[in-house]
């Protein structure tokens, strides 16, 4: 079963490739949405695929790249709504 997950990263998460971050593993895990930067320094992810790729996103988006620091996430599920063809990185 499709489903939805909503985040929003908060932390050292702009400036050290997170979006890319983001994206690589979402490609590699058959994951459609985006990710893309926000005005208060906190990046948002809007992923859908099957439940267990999206846990394994979730783990990878409270660790982070090497450089970022996660200092918190917060999640939201939902049934998937089928609107991404593929996962892009919003500018």
Known sequence: ??????????????????????????????????????PDGS??????GEEKKLQKLSFLLNRGPFF???????EKWADALGEFNNFDILY
């Open 68 to 74: 970022a620091r996660v200092d918190r996430v917060e």
């Open 1 to 38: 079963m499709r489903q939805r997950l909503e985040c929003e990263i908060f932390g050292r998460v702009q400036l050290v490739m997170f979006r890319d971050f983001v994206c690589r593993n979402a490609h590699a895990r058959g994951i459609v949405g985006t990710v893309k930067n926000n």
């Open 43 to 48: 990046v948002s992810v809007r992923a859908e």
